[in-house]
T-cell receptor, first 111, second 112 residues
Framework: DAGVTQSPTHLIKTRGQQVTLRCSPK?????VSWYQQALGQGPQFIFQ???????QRGNFPDRFSGHQFPNYSSELNVNALLLGDSALYLC??????????FGNGTRLTVT | QKEVEQNSGPLSVPEGAIASLNCTYS??????FFWYRQYSGKSPELIMF????GDKEDGRFTAQLNKASQYVSLLIRDSQPSDSATYLC????????????FGPGTSLSVIP
């Protein structure tokens, strides 16, 4: 039973560029949440997708956008990258009221 | 007031001792509470979840919830060096459907 998978594992981008991160949820899960985790901090909620719609959004600018596909997989897009966007990006999936299960994350470095 | 607060630590305990990790939350109507363990450079791993007041035990781990005091804790008995990690408290907010908010984490170091 595959868990949550994320790609790529590492990414280096230049300021101003755009990036797309991908996530496949755990089998049987239909909800995908994205988090940003800066070094030494807890994960910060970006947004959540359910039934291909953004259901909840955290305090992140519109440069952060996402999408969920019919197979429940999801993408996180970040435009006009800033140095401060350097972080570990975590995807978590869940079903109904169950707990979040995390993927291994994507380490994004913006230079 | 932040939504979920934890002692930042670091918390150091000797091997074999009990480690006590604490968390408070601001949303009084929250119903679901989670503890995650995160090793350096890795993603969070679910340890326990608790929904009802009282204690919930799973092996060496015990989660305690007091909704009246808006307080949740994690006890780790017989601490091992492999327990050294950051422990994240997470709360599913009643005010926002299925939105889970994390605390800043407490760094635990178990000294052999």
């Amino acid at each position: 039973d595959a868990g949550v998978t994320q790609s790529p594992t590492h990414l280096i981008k230049t300021r101003g560029q755009q990036v797309t991160l991908r996530c496949s949820p755990k089998s049987g899960h239909d909800t995908v949440s994205w988090y940003q985790q800066a070094l030494g901090q807890g994960p910060q909620f970006i947004f959540q997708y359910y039934e291909e719609e953004e259901r909840q959004r955290g305090n992140f600018p519109d440069r952060f956008s996402g999408h969920q596909f019919p197979n429940y997989s999801s993408e996180l897009n970040v435009n006009a990258l800033l140095l401060g966007d350097s972080a570990l990006y975590l995807c978590a999936s869940s079903r109904n009221t169950g707990p979040l299960h995390f993927g291994n994350g994507t380490r994004l470095t913006v230079t | 007031q932040k939504e979920v607060e934890q002692n930042s630590g670091p918390l150091s305990v000797p091997e074999g001792a009990i480690a006590s990790l604490n968390c408070t939350y601001s949303d009084r109507g929250s119903q679901s509470f989670f503890w995650y363990r995160q090793y350096s450079g890795k993603s969070p791993e679910l340890i326990m979840f608790i929904y009802s007041n009282g204690d919930k035990e799973d092996g060496r781990f015990t989660a305690q919830l007091n909704k009246a005091s808006q307080y949740v804790s994690l006890l780790i008995r017989d601490s091992q060096p492999s327990d050294s990690a950051t422990y994240l408290c997470a709360v599913k907010l009643k005010t926002s459907y299925d939105k889970v908010i994390f605390g800043p984490g407490t760094s635990l170091s178990v000294i052999p």
